[in-house]
């Protein structure tokens, strides 16, 4: 009960801060949403295959809502082990739980984990590299069963936008060749999360 207290103080804090930069939050969403795009579009670039350009409708995307993008308190999880990531293909890819994140949509809590990628970390531009792999309710329905991706980078703070607007389906959902992480059971949120890349 107190960490909820904590937490819904937090947010509460947070959400007049995103007030203040919600114009900030927008374009950056924007930005990311053409940039994805973009990058499926181009003929030289795309991560389509030759089979999967014939079926390709496009990306599209839920319309940007505020509240899905939410200020979280980032609590790290520095004793845990690498483990094996299960993939779409069967093969399996080295994660770390780096830290979970508990914020609030909605007047409830709830609560992901973020894993760190141990074969990115050996990279100098991604060495600060994060992952949040999610399913929710429109997993299946509106957006790809398989769940969808947020890509972070470590903060400097105990605190960390999650920005549920550039939630961004794997290449998977559109085209084969790709072994993309499937999120743990414990990264499934029970309510639907309208926000980011949908069918």
């Known amino acids: 009960m107190k960490r909820f207290l904590f937490v819904l103080n937090f947010v509460l804090i947070s959400i007049i801060a995103f007030t203040q930069n919600d114009?900030?939050?927008?374009?950056?969403?924007?930005?990311f949403q053409n940039e994805l795009k973009t990058e499926y579009d181009d003929?030289?670039?795309?991560?389509?295959?030759?089979?999967?350009?014939?079926?390709?409708?496009?990306?599209?995307?839920?319309?940007?809502?505020?509240?899905?993008?939410?200020?979280?308190h980032f609590v790290k999880t520095p004793n845990e082990k690498p483990f094996q990531m299960s993939t779409s293909s069967g093969m399996r890819k080295t994660y770390v739980k780096y830290a979970e994140v508990f914020f609030v949509i909605d007047k409830k809590e709830y609560k992901l984990n973020v894993y760190q990628s141990q074969e990115l970390i050996k990279s100098a531009d991604y060495k600060d590299y994060l992952f949040i792999p999610f399913t929710d309710v429109t997993s299946g329905n509106e957006t790809y069963e398989g769940g969808r991706y947020i890509d972070l980078n470590i903060?400097?703070?105990?605190?960390?936008?999650?920005?549920f607007n550039k939630a961004y389906h794997p290449y998977c959902a559109y085209t084969d060749g790709y072994n993309c992480p499937v999120p743990?059971?414990?990264?499934?949120?029970?309510?639907?999360i309208e926000a980011g890349v949908r069918f």
């Open 43 to 72: 003929p030289y670039h795309t991560p389509l295959s030759a089979k999967a350009k014939k079926s390709f409708k496009g990306i599209h995307f839920f319309p940007f809502e505020a509240k899905y993008a939410v200020n979280a």
């Open 23 to 31: 114009t900030a939050v927008i374009n950056d969403t924007k930005r």
């Open 184 to 192: 743990p059971q414990e990264n499934t949120l029970p309510i639907k």
């Open 155 to 163: 903060p400097k703070s105990d605190t960390i936008l999650i920005n």
